[in-house]
Structure formats: structure tokens, C-alpha cells
């Protein structure tokens, strides 16, 4: 949720403030790259549904256009699990959570997948505590740490899940880069093979792996940090060879509480226009991306204007309006950008619908649309055409 007010949190210790830094910037050159490659990925899926459609369904042609539909696919979801290690604000829904019963929970699913010959045992002792967070983001961190330790009992061992609430000292707090003193602690341990000091030192790193090649991606614990800090806390490793693993995350108990929203990553809904209209403008300074839409919509009954810039549909919106059933914009554009498009449209005709296209992570256009207290539809990039269209159809 972009218009949080977060205290400036810098570690004492050098070696979290050099960590959370880098990954900061990782999430930053993350984010640029994902706008890029979510405008590739978004005509190569778009034409790979319409070329789908010119071959039989047994034709080696059919086959083809599914093979590079698929690999498009692997790599959005390569791409999504990157933005989620890196910028897990992009889809970020805090909450009131009562944390106790979210873990016992999910503890409770992983210890039901486990094989009965794992050799593996859990215990957990948990405090009850209550916080304000994103609920499948902390799923998210507890299967990945108790992957990890299943991982280290890969032979067999002991798993303990624990919680405490805990007050921390001023010098503890500033040691961990953590805004205020009431702490939850959350800790896993694991009896196994542990980890050498060099692995430990490179544990949050992306792409960074002790699993044999191919077995993991390496991002389980670069999204568990991302996902700690992002809730205003701090997540450190202590192992050694032979002598097992325990994390440790701090996660303040009220720094999200203030100013938590049931809204943070809602969208409203934008009324229907008749069904009689069917003129849509299509907004986009990315020619394939532009096209792609364009090609599908007519497939299917529309009218579809272009524009390529936000003056230009500006210029086309005034002279057209009454006949321009919904827009259907970028939000990153030079000059005017969709949310500035968006502003003038709606002082000219406060009613016409409207869906901002974006692959930007950074939240930086739900804080744009909150400033003016603006609602609109958005689909994130790559989108599928179907799923597109279907949402069109609604307006």
C-alpha cells in the first residue's frame, strides 16, 4: 500500500543495512524491468490467441503457437515470481490478522503434505498475537521457511514453529532497523545439516541456492525478507554446519495499524455504458502492445480508435466523446501520462469508463489515483486477451 507513512529504518549493524539496501535496489531495477518485459510478453501471449484460432486443432501449426503460448507463460511466471521476491508491495491487502491462528493453520497444511516416510517432525509453541499485515504474504514466507527446514531435515529431524511477544530495548530496536519496541518473534528451527558461514552471509540473496541445480530458483528467501520489511520488520539466519538452522523475524506489532485501509489495493467499480456503443479508445505509446488490442477488439465487434501519446487521445476524446463507449489507456506515457488523461476526461464527462493497462510495480499509480480521488478499473500487464475482452464487455 503505496501511502503508508513508513519510519526511516537504518540497522546498526552493517551487514542488515549493506543487505537491505542492495535488495531495495534489486526491487528498484526489478520494477524497471518488469514495465519493459511485461509490454514484450503482453503481444507475444495476445498473438499467440489469435494465431490459435487460424489452425485446426491437430495441426502441427496449432502445436506450435501452444508451445510459444507456454514458454511466454513460463516466463511471466518467472517474471511474477521475481517481482514478488523483490517489490511484494505490488499486491500488498494488510489486514487485521490474528497471527497464532494463521500459522497453526498453515503448519497445519504443510504437516498434512508431508510423505509419511519423511522422518521429519514439527512442533509448535505459539504465543497468541495479533497484527495488521498482508495474510497470503505471510503464507507465503511460512512455506518457504518450512521448506527450507524440511530441506535441512532432508534426512530426518526436528522442526519447531514458535511465536513470542516480546519488548525490545532502544539499542535492539536501532540493532535491527526496527521502528518500535512491541515485537512479535517469530523463529523456526531446524536440527539438520546446516549451513556454512559463507552460505549464511549469501542466504538473502536472489538467485542465491545451497539446492542441487534445478531444484530451486533461489528467491524463497529474498521474498521472505521483502515481505518482512515491507511489514516494518527484520529477518536474520544463525547456523552452522551440523548443528542445525534458526530464523528469527521481528515483525513490529503496530507499525500497518494506523494506517491501514480495507481499500489498500481496491479498485472501484465504473458504471456500464449502453450496450449500443461499442467504440473504444485505445491508448498506448507501445505499437505492439497497441495493435494486439486493437486486432482482438475488432475480431470481436468493436470500433477501436488509436492513439499513441496522451495529447493525441486527448485531441480524440474531445472530438469523439459522445460516441466513445470506453477508453482503455496506458498509465506510463511521455508528456501525459493515463492518470493526467484520466483527470481531463472526467472533468469533461465525469461518467465515461475507464481501464488503465499497466505493468508498474512500483504502486506509484494507486498513490496517483488516491492524491486526486480518482476510481478506475486496472489490468496489470501481460494480460491474457480473453480475460481482457471479457472485462471490456462489461462496460
Not at 517481482?83 to 500488498?92: E, M, N
Amino acid at each position: 500500500m503505496s501511502s503508508i507513512a513508513r519510519p526511516h529504518r537504518v540497522p546498526l549493524r552493517s551487514d542488515l543495512c549493506a543487505r537491505d539496501e542492495r535488495l531495495v535496489s534489486l526491487g528498484l531495477l526489478a520494477g524497471h524491468l518488469a514495465h519493459d518485459f511485461n509490454n514484450l510478453l503482453a503481444p507475444i501471449l495476445g498473438y499467440s490467441t489469435l494465431i490459435k484460432e487460424e489452425f485446426p486443432a491437430d495441426s502441427s501449426g496449432q502445436q506450435f503457437t501452444i508451445s510459444l503460448e507456454n514458454s511466454a507463460r513460463r516466463a511471466e511466471k518467472i517474471l511474477d515470481q521475481t517481482l514478488l521476491a523483490t517489490r511484494p508491495q505490488r499486491r500488498f491487502s494488510p489486514q487485521d490478522i490474528v497471527f497464532d491462528e494463521l500459522i497453526a493453520d498453515e503448519v497445519n497444511k504443510w504437516t498434512s503434505s508431508l510423505p509419511t516416510t519423511s522422518g521429519v517432525s514439527i512442533q509448535s509453541n505459539l504465543a497468541p498475537c495479533a497484527l495488521v499485515g498482508d495474510a497470503e504474504q505471510f503464507r507465503h514466507v511460512l512455506r518457504n521457511l518450512l521448506n527450507n527446514a524440511r530441506f535441512g531435515c532432508s534426512t530426518g529431524g526436528r522442526i519447531k514453529v514458535e511465536t513470542a511477544v516480546i519488548q525490545l530495548s532502544p539499542s535492539e530496536c536501532a540493532n535491527l532497523g526496527l521502528p518500535e519496541d512491541d515485537i512479535i518473534r517469530l523463529r523456526i528451527t531446524d536440527d539438520g545439516f546446516g549451513m556454512t558461514a559463507e552460505s549464511v552471509v549469501r542466504a538473502f540473496e536472489p538467485f542465491f541456492t545451497t539446492r542441487p541445480k534445478g531444484a530451486a530458483q533461489g528467491l524463497g528467501l529474498t521474498a521472505c525478507h521483502s515481505i518482512i520489511y515491507l511489514h516494518g520488520g527484520q529477518i536474520d539466519i544463525a547456523s552452522a554446519p551440523e548443528q542445525g538452522t534458526q530464523v528469527t523475524a521481528w515483525l513490529p506489532m503496530h507499525f500497518l495499524s494506523a494506517n491501514a485501509t480495507d481499500d489498500a489495493n481496491a479498485t472501484a467499480e465504473v458504471k456500464a455504458m449502453p450496450a449500443q456503443r461499442k467504440r473504444v479508445l485505445m491508448v498506448d505509446d507501445d505499437p505492439l502492445v497497441r495493435e494486439t488490442v486493437k486486432t482482438s477488439l475488432i475480431k470481436v465487434g468493436y470500433e477501436v480508435l488509436t492513439a499513441d501519446d496522451g495529447q493525441s487521445a486527448w485531441k480524440m476524446f474531445t472530438r469523439f466523446q459522445r460516441d466513445i463507449s470506453l477508453v482503455l489507456t496506458d498509465f506510463r506515457m511521455p508528456v501525459v501520462d493515463g492518470v493526467q488523461l484520466l483527470r481531463q476526461m472526467r472533468e469533461l464527462n465525469p461518467s465515461v469508463p475507464v481501464i488503465l493497462i499497466t505493468g508498474d510495480i512500483s504502486g506509484e499509480l494507486e498513490k496517483k489515483l488516491a492524491e486526486h480521488n480518482l476510481s478506475v478499473e486496472i489490468v496489470r500487464k501481460p494480460f491474457p486477451l480473453g480475460n481482457l475482452v471479457s472485462r471490456i464487455r462489461q462496460f
